[in-house]
């Protein structure tokens, strides 16, 4: 497979799980404020610290809150994480390779793109924006299940699964690295129903209210923490994602588990090793900001190692969210 095909098939799939996530967050933000005590604001600045992109909107607009985010989130072409922009690379990325993926797949990702760009010149918040997210949610969710459907496994599948995995372990790390790090407003709260409410939200911002209920009953942080890290089940787990890309990054090398031939392989074993021998009370022990700030970083590295060994040889044309004042390709892969 050309480098260019590669390197475009795998950021078409990272940019989609890339709106979905943001869709995600900010639906599950419009359902907790209708029970947030009266006058809370802080909610909206977690959202953008979520992407990270923090710095780009502060030079931007400022002091965050409801209008400024849901708009810089989901329509501001200016922002390369919004849910518009992002639709948009992953659009171009398809168009650039037609010839490898399925009509079906292309139908599905321009219909998509299209009803989000008619959506941004009508969009006014309000009672709409409980509508128009979980509409994205779905155009993921169409796109995804036209892709597993109508697309052959081979090399483009496999790229397209690890662009997909990657994405979403680093989004459900840093999901949990928000709710501990920004939304408790004091220690006094740690345990309170309010606390209790955030970690619900936590979970259903990776779709994993109900799958957690089902299998933990009794909303606790450290099964939380374990459900969203270290479950080798559920499909949002950050271990489960990083296990199927390795898996994937494998089937395209043809290197067998368990060794390695380059430097991706050899991260992503480690990083996969670390995730099914360590336990809660040692990430508890070394504490959940650390362990996650860790965490992200070596994917990072897997991303960065990956373009390094598949995508370099030629120039790349593939169309990606750029990284914010800078032009390194490392920060390609540590937004958002």
């Keep these: 497979m050309l480098s260019r095909v590669a390197d475009s098939t795998y950021w078409m799939a990272r940019c989609v799980e890339r709106a979905d996530n ?95 760009k008619a959506a941004a010149g009508t969009f006014d918040g309000s009672d709409r924006a409980y509508q128009f997210y979980p509409e994205v949610k779905r155009g993921s969710h169409l796109f995804q299940g036209a892709t ?74 450290a099964g939380i923490t374990h459900f969203l890290l270290l479950d080798d089940q559920f499909p949002r787990a950050v271990r489960c994602c990083l296990d199927r890309a390795r898996h994937s990054l494998h089937a395209i090398t043809g290197t067998p588990l368990g060794s390695f031939h380059n430097n991706p392989e050899r991260l992503f074993g480690q990083l996969c090793s670390d995730l099914a021998f360590t336990n809660v009370d040692e990430i508890e022990a070394q504490g959940l900001h650390e362990y996650l700030d860790e965490l992200q970083e070596k994917v990072n590295l897997i991303g960065t190692g990956i373009h390094e060994t598949f995508f370099t040889r030629k120039s790349p044309t593939s169309v990606r969210p750029r990284a914010r004042g800078t032009d390194d390709w490392q920060a390609q892969f540590s937004s958002i």
Excluded at 85 to 109: D, P, Q, V, Y
Excluded at 181 to 197: A, H
Excluded at 207 to 216: D, G, I, Q
């Design 148 to 221: 597993d459907s109508t697309l052959q496994r081979n090399e483009a599948w496999h790229f397209l699964e690890m662009g997909r995995m990657i994405e979403r372990a680093d989004k459900t790390s840093r999901i949990l690295d928000v709710k501990y790090y920004f939304l408790l407003r004091s220690i006094s709260e740690v345990g309170s129903p309010f606390d209790e409410l955030q970690w619900a939200a936590v979970l259903r911002s990776a779709s994993a209210f109900e799958m957690y209920r089902k299998r933990h009953g009794r909303l606790a942080p």
């Design 22 to 116: 943001v869709a995600r967050f900010i639906d599950v933000n419009l359902n907790l404020m209708l029970d947030l005590p009266e006058g809370y604001t802080q909610q909206w600045d977690p959202l953008v610290n979520t992407t990270g992109d923090h710095e780009l909107f502060e030079k931007r607009f400022g002091k965050p809150d409801q209008e400024k985010v849901i708009w810089f989130l989901t329509f501001d072409r200016d922002n390369p994480n919004s849910i518009l922009s992002c639709l948009h690379a992953a659009r171009e990325n398809a168009r650039s390779i037609r010839e490898i993926i399925t009509t079906t797949m292309w139908e599905e990702l321009n219909s998509f793109y299209l009803k989000v």
